[in-house]
T-cell receptor, first 114, second 111 residues
Framework: EAAVTQSPRNKVAVTGGKVTLSCNQT?????MYWYRQDTGHGLRLIHY???????EKGDIPDGYKASRPSQENFSLILELATPSQTSVYFC?????????????FGKGTRLTVV | QQNVQQSPESLIVPEGARTSLNCTFS?????YFWWYRQHSGKAPKALM?????GEKEEGRFTIHLNKASLHFSLHIRDSQPSDSALYLC???????????FGSGTKLTVEP
């Protein structure tokens, strides 16, 4: 079974502070993704990556940065956290063959910005 | 830009019922269509996929795809309480490396 591990699982941050969410995958997948999930919005794509050193903007990238230092690791960085970024964040990984292969999700990080 | 819409937002059905969930998309050139299921507090997990017009059945679950109508659906036969979850449809187009999700349908199957 493909494995995607997120840390931390829960985080409380102060407004204006810096937050880093980490993700590690052992699937040897090229593609990695960060989504956020809010009630009524499903999963919205923030950033994604095609491999080490690559980051691409998704549909809602404002206020977020991403870093892919290696095949296995993909981080999401909130430089100046705001209450509107309170959400559940999911990391995922997928094969480079793309749309006809399954994407595997981590268990999520619940972030609360106060 | 892909626009994926789901209906209904929520659904309550009795155990044993047939359940239908709907998804529309905005680009007829779309090629890869998925249903993911997310139990409460858990990670989304792929349930089924379809890549060409028609129907695909796996156990109690069936997907229908009609690209001309920009519509695909998930049908659950003999719904069980364990099917209670958030169902998310997704389309992998125009960027086939990315999944574009709908807002989800919350299904509750009552015993």
């Amino acid at each position: 079974e493909a494995a995607v591990t997120q840390s931390p699982r829960n985080k409380v941050a102060v407004t204006g502070g810096k937050v880093t969410l980490s993700c590690n995958q052992t699937n040897n997948h090229n593609n990695m993704y960060w989504y956020r999930q809010d009630t009524g919005h499903g999963l919205r794509l923030i950033h994604y990556s095609y491999g080490a050193g690559s980051t691409e903007k998704g549909d809602i990238p404002d206020g977020y940065k991403a870093s892919r230092p290696s095949q296995e690791n993909f981080s999401l960085i909130l430089e100046l956290a705001t209450p509107s970024q309170t959400s559940v964040y999911f990391c995922a990984s997928g094969d480079a063959r793309g749309g006809n292969t399954e994407v595997f999700f981590g268990k999520g990080t619940r972030l609360t910005v106060v | 830009q892909q626009n994926v819409q789901q209906s209904p937002e929520s659904l309550i059905v009795p155990e044993g019922a047939r359940t239908s969930l709907n998804c529309t998309f905005s680009d007829s050139a779309s090629q890869y269509f998925w249903w993911y299921r997310q139990h409460s507090g858990k990670a989304p997990k792929a349930l089924m996929s379809i890549f060409s017009n028609g129907e695909k059945e796996e156990g109690r679950f069936t997907i229908h795809l009609n690209k001309a109508s920009l519509h695909f659906s998930l049908h659950i036969r003999d719904s069980q309480p364990s099917d209670s979850a958030l169902y998310l449809c997704a389309v992998s187009w125009p960027n086939y490396n990315v999944l574009y999700f709908g807002s989800g349908t919350k299904l509750t199957v009552e015993p």
